[in-house]
């Protein structure tokens, strides 16, 4: 989750509609991944580009679930920590493909799918098959 401190906020609240607030900065104390989704919205007739950053895979789910012809993700990007890419320091790629499953634990691992060579694992020091999972299911 991404989180900020008040003294980051920009500008009056809601300048830019009803529940909107700007900011200079967030936070995240957690080294694990987050998205970057671009999409584009169908307001009055014109298109306009917006880019989300999204926290976890649930919530990434659920806008992945609100898509019309008037509300279209383009792009996905993940940001990965170090100890996942296994480059010892953040890296934001485009994700071609993400799957969710259960382990013989039941705990839940993620696998983003980074062009056709590489795919990454949330489950920190483990080397997962992604055959030995349960329940998998496509998320993108």
């Known amino acids: 989750m991404f989180r900020s401190h008040e003294t980051a906020a920009e500008g009056a609240p809601n300048i830019f509609g009803d529940g909107y607030s700007n900011w200079r900065m967030f936070e995240r104390h957690l080294a694990h991944p987050w998205y970057h989704v671009v999409l584009e919205e169908c307001l009055d007739g014109k ?5 989300l950053m999204i926290s976890d895979v649930d919530k ?19 940001v990965t920590p170090g100890w996942m890419n296994r480059t010892g320091k953040w890296k934001m790629e485009m994700l071609s493909g993400l799957l969710v499953g259960y382990d013989s634990n039941g705990a839940r691992v993620c696998l983003h799918n980074i062009g056709d060579e590489k795919a990454y694992t949330d489950a920190p020091g483990r080397l997962v098959d992604p055959h030995s999972l349960k329940g998998l299911r496509v998320i993108f």
């Open 47 to 51: 298109v306009w580009p917006r880019s």
């Open 60 to 78: 990434l789910e659920e806008i992945l679930s609100q898509q019309t012809s008037e509300f279209l993700v383009t792009e996905i990007q993940v």
